[in-house]
C-alpha cells in the first residue's frame, strides 16, 4: 500500500541530468514550484559522461529541427555558464576555440548547411590547420568551425546541481528511484513506497524514459547507446575541439584530453571494454601521434538516449505527464532550448521555435 507523499509543488520532474535541471529552473523561473528527483546523485549519468561539445557532430548531417534547437542554445549558452560560474563559484570552463574537422567527404553538404548560418563551416589550407593545431595528423583538406565550443560537462552538472539546491522553488530529492503506474491521464509515481501528489510530471530520464513508460503500456523509442571515452593527462597538445573519422579530442583548461567516443546498441551494459580501448587509442594516435607518449589516466562510460532521427521529444503526452528527453548525442548543446521550450509549452507563453517536430507519438 502506498502512503501518500504531500508535495508543496506544481510540477515533479524525474531526472536530474542537465537537461532535467535547465527543465527545473526555466520552470521555477517562471514561478512554479518544482520536486525533482533522481535515482542517484544529481548530473551523474549521461551530463557527467558527455564531452561537452556545443554542437551536434557532424551538423549538416542532422535535421533541420535538431540545428533550430542547436543554433538557440549556441547563443544563450556563453551567458547561461557566465550566470553558473558567477552564482555557484564552479567555472564549467567554457571553451570558445572552434572545432578544426579533419576528414570528411562530405565537404560540400558541409559548406552548403554552413552558409545558411554566417559561415559556420569555412575552408581552410592545409598550413592554415597546421597553425591551429600543429600536432594533429591531416588526412583530408579540414574545414574550420570557428563558432563551436565546449563545457566541461561535469562541472556543468555541478554548478546546476547547486543552482537548484539554493533557488527557494526548487526541491532537488536524489537517490530516489521512481515508478510509475496508473495510465497516460492520470499517471502516479512512485519512490520507495510512497507516492508524490502533484499537479503535472515531466521526464527528463534519458535513455531510461522508455523504461518508465512502460509503467504506462507505452512503447518508447527512446533507448540506450553507450559510449565509451578515454581521459589523457596533462600535455596541452590541442587548443580546440578536433573531429577526424567520427572521433573526437577535447582540450581541457588544465592540459588534459577528453577522447571519443564509441557508439554501441548493447542496452544498459555499462563496463567499459578492451575492445573499445583499443579501437579509441588507435584512433587518438591517428590523430594526435604524440599522445603515445602521454599518460592514459581513465576509461569510462555513459548511456545516450538515441531516438528516431536523434529528433527528442518534448512537450506533453497527456494533460499531466510531459516529457523532454531523447537527444542521444547533443543533451548538452541542446539542453537550453529544449527546457525553455518544454517551459514555453506547459505555461501556454509563445515557443521560441516550433514545436510540432518534437511533439511526443505515442503507441500504446
Known amino acids: 500500500m502506498l502512503q501518500p507523499t504531500i508535495s508543496p509543488c506544481d510540477v515533479l ?13 526555466e520552470l521555477a523561473g517562471a514561478g512554479q514550484r518544482v520536486l525533482i528527483i533522481d535515482k542517484g546523485h544529481a548530473g551523474l549519468e549521461a551530463s557527467w559522461a558527455g564531452g561537452g561539445i556545443i554542437s551536434p557532430l557532424y551538423p549538416w548531417r542532422y535535421a533541420p529541427p ?3 534547437l542547436a543554433t538557440w542554445s549556441q547563443k544563450v549558452f556563453p551567458d547561461l555558464i557566465t550566470q553558473l560560474r558567477d552564482s555557484t563559484g564552479i567555472d564549467p570552463e567554457l571553451s570558445e576555440t572552434g572545432m578544426l ?7 560540400e553538404q558541409a559548406l552548403a548547411w554552413g552558409a545558411g548560418l554566417s559561415r559556420a563551416v569555412i575552408e581552410i589550407t592545409d598550413a592554415e590547420a597546421h597553425a591551429l593545431e600543429p600536432h594533429v595528423q591531416l588526412d583530408e ?3 574550420w568551425m570557428p563558432g563551436v565550443s565546449s563545457v566541461r560537462s561535469p562541472r556543468m552538472g555541478k554548478a546546476l546541481r547547486q543552482m537548484c539546491l539554493r533557488h527557494p522553488r526548487i526541491h532537488l530529492l536524489e537517490h530516489h528511484e521512481a515508478q ?5 491521464e492520470s499517471p502516479v509515481v512512485s ?15 534519458g535513455a ?7 509503467g504506462l503500456d507505452m512503447v518508447c523509442p527512446i533507448k540506450p547507446m553507450k559510449g565509451q571515452m578515454l581521459l589523457f593527462g596533462p600535455c596541452e597538445l590541442v587548443s580546440r575541439v578536433v573531429l577526424s573519422n567520427g572521433r573526437y579530442a577535447i582540450p581541457r583548461a588544465d592540459g588534459r584530453i577528453v577522447f571519443g567516443s564509441t557508439l554501441e546498441n548493447v542496452g544498459f551494459r555499462r563496463t567499459p571494454d578492451r575492445e573499445a580501448f583499443e579501437s579509441l587509442y588507435a584512433s587518438a594516435l591517428a590523430m594526435i601521434p604524440a599522445l603515445q607518449g602521454v599518460d592514459l589516466e581513465a576509461q569510462w562510460a555513459g548511456f545516450r538516449p538515441s531516438s528516431p532521427e536523434s529528433v527528442p521529444w518534448i512537450g506533453a503526452i497527456s494533460c499531466k505527464l510531459w516529457v523532454n528527453s531523447g537527444h542521444f548525442r547533443n543533451g548538452v548543446v541542446l539542453s537550453p532550448a529544449s527546457s525553455r521550450l518544454l517551459c514555453d509549452l506547459m505555461l501556454e507563453r509563445m515557443p521560441i521555435i516550433d514545436p510540432a517536430p518534437y511533439q511526443p507519438r505515442t503507441t500504446l
Open 13 to 25: 520532474i524525474i531526472g536530474a541530468g542537465v537537461v532535467g535541471m535547465l527543465s527545473a529552473l
Open 66 to 68: 535538431i540545428t533550430a
Open 101 to 107: 574537422v579533419t576528414a570528411t567527404n562530405e565537404r
Open 141 to 143: 583538406t579540414p574545414l
Open 180 to 184: 510509475i503506474s496508473g495510465d497516460l
Open 191 to 205: 519512490s520507495k513506497g510512497k507516492k508524490f501528489d502533484v499537479n503535472q510530471v515531466v521526464l527528463t530520464t
Open 208 to 214: 531510461w524514459t522508455g523504461g518508465l513508460l512502460s
